[in-house]
Protein backbone atom coordinates (compact mmCIF):
# COMPACT_ATOMS: atom_id res chain seq x y z
CA UNK A 1 0.00 0.00 0.00
CA UNK A 2 1.37 3.62 -1.03
CA UNK A 3 -0.02 6.44 1.08
CA UNK A 4 0.41 10.09 0.68
CA UNK A 5 0.18 12.54 3.34
CA UNK A 6 0.13 16.42 3.25
CA UNK A 7 0.37 19.05 5.95
CA UNK A 8 0.45 22.70 5.71
CA UNK A 9 -2.84 24.05 4.26
CA UNK A 10 -5.10 26.68 6.10
CA UNK A 11 -6.11 30.12 6.22
CA UNK A 12 -3.91 33.04 5.49
CA UNK A 13 -4.15 36.74 4.01
CA UNK A 14 -3.57 37.84 0.92
CA UNK A 15 0.41 38.38 0.69
CA UNK A 16 0.98 35.84 3.23
CA UNK A 17 2.55 32.76 3.28
CA UNK A 18 2.19 28.90 3.15
CA UNK A 19 4.48 25.84 3.04
CA UNK A 20 2.66 22.63 1.89
CA UNK A 21 4.52 19.13 2.65
CA UNK A 22 3.55 16.03 1.36
CA UNK A 23 4.97 12.41 2.31
CA UNK A 24 4.84 9.45 0.57
CA UNK A 25 5.32 6.00 2.09
CA UNK A 26 4.55 2.07 2.00
CA UNK A 27 5.21 -0.37 -0.28
CA UNK A 28 7.85 2.25 -2.75
CA UNK A 29 10.02 0.18 -5.48
CA UNK A 30 11.14 3.61 -7.00
CA UNK A 31 9.58 7.32 -7.06
CA UNK A 32 9.46 9.54 -10.01
CA UNK A 33 7.71 12.48 -10.48
CA UNK A 34 6.20 14.53 -7.77
CA UNK A 35 4.40 17.21 -7.74
CA UNK A 36 1.37 19.35 -6.49
CA UNK A 37 -2.29 20.44 -8.02
CA UNK A 38 -5.26 22.43 -6.95
CA UNK A 39 -8.58 22.81 -7.58
CA UNK A 40 -10.79 25.56 -6.81
CA UNK A 41 -14.07 25.58 -6.55
CA UNK A 42 -16.30 24.86 -9.89
CA UNK A 43 -13.01 24.54 -11.51
CA UNK A 44 -11.14 21.20 -12.42
CA UNK A 45 -7.64 20.70 -11.22
CA UNK A 46 -5.01 22.05 -12.52
CA UNK A 47 -1.20 21.23 -12.76
CA UNK A 48 0.68 23.91 -9.98
CA UNK A 49 4.26 22.54 -10.03
CA UNK A 50 6.20 19.51 -10.59
CA UNK A 51 9.56 18.10 -9.69
CA UNK A 52 11.15 14.91 -11.57
CA UNK A 53 13.28 13.07 -10.23
CA UNK A 54 16.15 14.12 -12.06
CA UNK A 55 15.48 17.40 -10.11
CA UNK A 56 14.14 20.37 -13.20
CA UNK A 57 11.20 21.42 -12.15
CA UNK A 58 7.80 22.86 -13.84
CA UNK A 59 5.37 25.78 -12.62
CA UNK A 60 1.98 26.59 -13.56
CA UNK A 61 2.17 30.25 -15.17
CA UNK A 62 -0.04 31.68 -12.15
CA UNK A 63 2.43 30.62 -9.84
CA UNK A 64 5.75 31.36 -11.56
CA UNK A 65 7.94 33.47 -9.30
CA UNK A 66 5.88 33.19 -6.04
CA UNK A 67 5.83 29.13 -5.24
CA UNK A 68 8.57 26.95 -4.68
CA UNK A 69 8.58 23.48 -5.45
CA UNK A 70 11.65 20.87 -3.68
CA UNK A 71 11.96 17.05 -2.51
CA UNK A 72 13.90 15.00 -0.68
CA UNK A 73 14.82 11.76 -2.50
CA UNK A 74 16.17 10.39 0.33
CA UNK A 75 12.20 10.85 2.37
CA UNK A 76 10.30 10.47 -0.26
CA UNK A 77 9.58 13.43 0.35
CA UNK A 78 7.90 17.17 -1.75
CA UNK A 79 7.34 20.56 -0.23
CA UNK A 80 5.55 23.82 -2.23
CA UNK A 81 6.87 26.94 -0.66
CA UNK A 82 4.11 29.06 -1.41
CA UNK A 83 4.83 33.40 -1.12
CA UNK A 84 2.48 36.40 -2.28
CA UNK A 85 -0.78 34.37 -1.88
CA UNK A 86 -3.81 35.67 -3.39
CA UNK A 87 -7.25 35.13 -3.12
CA UNK A 88 -6.92 33.25 -6.32
CA UNK A 89 -4.47 30.45 -5.39
CA UNK A 90 -7.53 29.50 -3.07
CA UNK A 91 -8.72 25.42 -3.58
CA UNK A 92 -7.51 22.30 -2.07
CA UNK A 93 -4.05 21.08 -3.01
CA UNK A 94 -3.10 17.37 -3.98
CA UNK A 95 0.43 16.02 -3.62
CA UNK A 96 0.69 13.85 -6.46
CA UNK A 97 3.49 10.92 -7.13
CA UNK A 98 4.33 9.05 -9.70
CA UNK A 99 5.73 5.58 -7.88
CA UNK A 100 6.48 2.13 -9.05
CA UNK A 101 5.98 -0.27 -6.23
CA UNK A 102 7.54 -3.19 -8.74
CA UNK A 103 9.96 -3.74 -11.17
CA UNK A 104 7.31 -2.87 -14.12
CA UNK A 105 4.62 -1.31 -12.62
CA UNK A 106 4.15 2.78 -12.17
CA UNK A 107 1.06 4.78 -11.27
CA UNK A 108 0.21 8.15 -10.11
CA UNK A 109 -0.61 8.26 -6.77
CA UNK A 110 -2.43 11.20 -4.97
CA UNK A 111 -2.80 12.44 -1.51
CA UNK A 112 -6.12 13.11 0.52
CA UNK A 113 -6.06 17.18 -0.38
CA UNK A 114 -5.20 20.11 2.23
CA UNK A 115 -7.61 23.27 2.05
CA UNK A 116 -5.69 26.34 1.28
CA UNK A 117 -7.66 29.39 1.42
CA UNK A 118 -6.50 33.06 1.08
CA UNK A 119 -9.12 35.53 2.02
CA UNK A 120 -8.20 39.73 1.04
Known amino acids: QVQLVESGGGLVQAGGSLRLSCAAS????????MGWYRQAPGKKRELVAV???????DYAQSVKGRFTISRDNALNTVDLQMRSLKPEDTGVYYC??????????????WGQGTQVTVSS
Open 96 to 109: YALIATGKDYEYPY
Open 26 to 33: GSIFSVNA
Open 51 to 57: IPSGGST
